[in-house]
Nanobody, 124 residues
């Protein structure tokens, strides 16, 4: 049974940074594409960033480009999202997904394995 777990969320002031982590049991993350998604209250889930299984391709939605960085450490079976210069519009539940297509538009695709999410709160 595959279990995906996110961590690293929390509260930060605008302009601050957080690093999210995602690990999985029962799945070798080094063999699948992975992505980060977020959902704010009252809004639909949206893609944030994704990375190919090899790490050679990474994509970001425009709203986070140049602020967020996705990376993976296959030896640790872990995915990361470094979030810098956080803005008041970034707060959401951030979820990690494994085993879904990684495309430039970072679409939300109901496939793969998803975690429960970690909450990010930004105060202005």
């Amino acid at each position: 049974q595959v279990q995906v777990v996110e961590s690293g969320g929390g509260w930060v002031q605008a302009g601050g940074s957080l690093r999210l982590s995602c690990t999985a049991s029962g799945l070798n993350l080094g063999t699948v594409n992975m992505g980060w998604f977020r959902q704010a209250p009252g809004k639909e889930r949206e893609g944030v960033s994704c990375i190919s299984w090899s790490g050679t391709s990474t994509y970001y939605v425009d709203s986070v480009k140049d602020r967020f960085t996705i990376s993976r450490d296959n030896a640790k079976n872990t995915l990361y999202l470094q979030m810098n210069s956080l803005k008041p519009e970034d707060p959401a539940m951030y979820s990690c997904a494994a085993g879904l297509p990684c495309l430039p538009s970072v679409p939300v695709i109901k496939a793969g394995y998803w975690g429960q999410g970690t909450q990010v709160t930004v105060s202005s």
